[in-house]
């Protein structure tokens, strides 16, 4: 049984930095895709990143391109997500999600069978 728990979330101040993490209690780690999603209230939940089972690849939305870091410990069965020079439209709930068994990084949520319970990114102006 896969379970996902994130961890890292807070208040920070525009232009500062955050860390999340988000670790797998399932043993299908190393065999799956792991990515993270965010939701503002009232969005839709929006795909922020991606990254394959070994590292390989990584996708990226648009509007986090060169802030966000994506990248996994397999060792750790642990998935990170480093946030810099964020901004007030970072401001979400992020939750991280997993997709055994799979090599591509599709963004849909509905493609993603396993999922975090989210923790609060804050960012103040």
């Known amino acids: 049984q896969v379970q996902l728990v994130e961890s890292g979330g807070g208040l920070v101040q525009a232009g500062g930095s955050l860390r999340l993490a988000c670790v797998d209690s399932g043993g299908t780690f190393t065999n799956s895709v792991m990515s993270w999603f965010r939701q503002a209230p009232g969005k839709e939940r929006e795909f922020v990143a991606a990254i394959s089972a070994r590292s390989i690849y990584k996708n990226y939305v648009d509007s986090v391109k060169g802030r966000f870091i994506i990248s996994r410990d397999n060792a750790a ?36 069978a396993y999922w975090g319970q989210g923790t609060q990114v804050t960012v103040s102006s």
């Open 77 to 112: 069965n642990t998935v990170y997500l480093q946030m810099n020079n964020l901004n007030p439209e970072d401001t979400a709930v992020y939750y991280c999600a997993a997709r055994s068994g799979s090599t591509s990084l599709p963004r849909g949520p509905s493609e993603y």
